[in-house]
């Protein structure tokens, strides 16, 4: 009975999760790639001639951008500072509301790419719209592997759902592969990880969907759960684990802004300047070592200044994971994270590495861009195996 409940759960949550394992796998081979395919598509909004003098306080750059674009319809929530002297700084935009109607202003773009040494705007672009130039091509595929280009939160959910569903599949498949009785499992368990090219097409297809699953198990299951972790953090992902091992989100732990203070806010390079300050103290305290600077992001639902470097601290040739939090009202100190703060952030900044290729170097991006041709490839080839079992007229809960 178990077996059958498992795999009709198998087969029809497989059918239903298809098309957006598919869109899932394509878009993920593409974006394991995606700094360096958007900067080798988009020259002229990553390439800057450094002219031998320092870059523009943010401030002043920012300042520029306003004339020249804005006019105080928008301001810069997110700043991604340049990796090399002869790279552009880039800022994500949000609306300002119009006093007068309460709604947000319409933005024709939400990025924009600046010349950090004047101030100049290479280019902007609407981060997830659907145009198939160089300039929008990979922020698309982005948006269809994480939300579908749907409105939040709703293509987040889709996928969350759709992650925790996978998850739950992985383990039910694991189990369909075992042998039926237990006295021949070490005799016949091992067939299902070889494929036998000399029967057919239809049953290599067979074997080649359950071989390559459980071969690649690991890193399927690894998949789903960081799926799971991107979309439904705090609804699923974060109870569970909290659960199981200490885990606690640094941003959860920050403290409610009042209504006074969402009145005042700091300037980006007053936040910039105030954040190296508090990580020079770090630094003092615990000796480690930072590389470089990452971002500049004001979180607005906590009205803090999230900054972050790349430091000792993180995974090895991984993303910036070490972060200092600030008051957007002030510039008070109010936390500092790191990936080994705990057991769960631990773990979950792995999963995230994993995920997104950004750990262990260019090798394993190739690994992450093969799991996404697998992924698809196991998607379809499950809807064969069941494409031709239903011409066939076999009964339902025929394996």
């Known amino acids: 009975m178990t077996r059958h409940v498992f795999l009709l759960f198998h087969r029809y949550i497989g059918l239903l999760m298809a098309v957006f394992l598919i869109i899932a796998g394509v878009t993920g081979s593409a974006i394991a790639f995606y700094d360096e395919l958007d900067a080798g598509l988009n020259p002229t909004l990553y ?3 450094p002219p031998g003098t320092p870059p523009l306080s943010l401030d002043e750059i920012a300042r520029k951008i306003d004339q020249q674009y804005l006019q105080g319809n928008a301001f810069i929530r997110y700043t991604k500072f340049p990796e090399k002297d002869d790279i552009a700084i ?5 609306a300002n509301h119009d006093p007068s109607t309460g709604e947000p202003y319409p933005l024709a773009f939400n990025w924009i790419f600046a010349n950090p040494y004047t101030g100049e705007v290479l280019g902007t672009r609407t981060f997830g719209a659907w145009k198939l130039d160089s300039a929008h091509i990979m922020p698309l595929l982005w948006e269809l592997h994480y939300s579908l280009t749907l409105p939040w939160p709703y293509g987040e959910w889709i996928f969350g759902a759709v992650a925790l569903l996978w998850t739950l599949d992985c383990c039910m498949a694991v189990y369909l592969t075992f042998p039926r009785s237990r006295r021949k499992f070490f005799r016949q368990w091992p067939k299902a990880w070889s494929v036998n090219l000399r029967v057919g097409a239809a049953r290599a297809i067979r074997d080649s969907h359950i071989a390559f699953s459980l071969w690649l198990w690991g890193m399927l299951f690894m998949l789903a759960v960081s799926g799971v972790m991107f979309n439904l953090n705090h609804q699923v992902y974060q109870p569970v684990l909290s659960k199981i091992v200490d885990y606690e989100h640094v941003h959860d732990t920050l403290p409610e802004p009042t209504a006074e203070q969402r009145q005042q806010r700091i300037s980006l390079e007053t936040a910039r300047q105030k954040a ?6 770090w630094q003092a305290e615990n000796s480690f070592t930072v590389y470089e600077e990452d971002s500049l992001t ?3 639902r906590k009205y803090a200044y999230r900054y972050k470097v790349k430091s000792a ?9 070490t972060a200092i939090y600030l008051s957007a009202a002030d510039g008070r100190f109010l936390a500092r994270s790191h990936p080994r703060v705990d057991t769960g952030n631990f773990i979950s900044t792995w999963l995230g590495a994993l995920h997104m290729g950004r750990v262990f170097g260019a090798w ?4 992450m861009f093969f799991m996404g041709i697998v992924v698809t490839l196991v998607t379809v080839s499950g809807v064969m195996i069941w494409w031709r079992k239903r ?3 076999k009964p339902k809960g025929h394996n």
Do not use: I, T
């Open 47 to 49: 390439q800057v001639e």
């Open 276 to 281: 190296r300050e508090y990580l020079q103290d």
């Open 364 to 367: 394993y991006q190739w690994v």
């Open 298 to 300: 004001l979180d607005m």
């Open 391 to 393: 011409r066939s007229g």
């Open 313 to 321: 601290l993180d995974l090895p040739a991984s993303y910036a994971q």
């Open 90 to 94: 880039r800022f994500y935009l949000l």
